[in-house]
T-cell receptor, first 113, second 114 residues
């Protein structure tokens, strides 16, 4: 089945700098890769997603890149702000299921003022 | 435009009791998913349901756990004879069910077994 690995587990960056979180997946048939942000005491919130027919997608300060050959995808946050502090999860759908998603282990991002 | 609603937000049960967790999907969504999150860990898939059907229960423990999504009313995740290891946050998500339609999550039920 699908296995999603995420690095780093913790990340601390200076406010205004960029943050990058990387994930790899194992199932070459996966074609949908969402990213979620989880704040304390809340459920995961979808912040951006990418499908396998594109290599990059951007939404304001957030961008995601996908390398299907290497089975890597990454989240880039530019001009970080204090409200970006949270736990971020990458996910991928198993090739056998177009609906459910499998999560990575999460990255705790802290923004230093 | 209400999102995914879960209740209760917090649930305390003694060992051996039953826990019932409820989830109402977003309006227009007919597919429901349950995930479990242990402290400082990621979300683990448990089960995927459509109305009156279990589509994928590959992540459900073989015993004591069951899920349903009846024709009317919320989806229910039921845990019988709870043990301390069942303490976790349980999240429900819903989607439109078309291929790769985004999953939208509720704020979870935090189960504590004493």
């Amino acid at each position: 089945g699908e296995n999603v690995e995420q690095h780093p587990s913790t990340l601390s960056v200076q406010e205004g700098d960029s943050a990058v979180i990387k994930c790899t997946y194992s199932d070459s048939a996966s074609n949908y890769f969402p990213w979620y942000k989880q704040e304390l005491g809340k459920g995961p919130q979808l912040i951006i997603d990418i499908r396998s027919n594109v290599g990059e997608k951007k939404d304001q300060r957030i961008a995601v890149t996908l390398n299907k050959t290497a089975k890597h995808f990454s989240l880039h946050i530019t001009e970080t702000q204090p409200e970006d502090s949270a736990v971020y999860f990458c996910a991928a759908n198993p090739g056998s299921s177009a609906s459910k998603i499998i999560f990575g282990s999460g990255t705790r991002l802290s923004i230093r003022p | 435009n209400a999102g995914v609603m879960q209740n209760p937000r917090h649930l305390v049960r003694r060992r051996g009791q039953e826990a019932r967790l409820r989830c109402s999907p977003m309006k227009g969504h007919s597919h429901v998913y349950w995930y479990r999150q242990l402290p400082e860990e990621g979300l683990k898939f448990m089960v995927y349901l459509q109305k009156e059907n279990i589509i994928d229960e590959s992540g459900m423990p073989k015993e004591r756990f069951s899920a349903e999504f009846p024709k009317e009313g919320p989806s229910i995740l039921r845990i019988q004879q709870v043990v301390r290891g069942d303490s976790a946050a349980y999240f429900c998500a819903s989607s439109e069910g078309t291929d790769n339609s985004p999953l939208h999550f509720g704020n979870g039920t935090r189960l504590t077994v004493t």
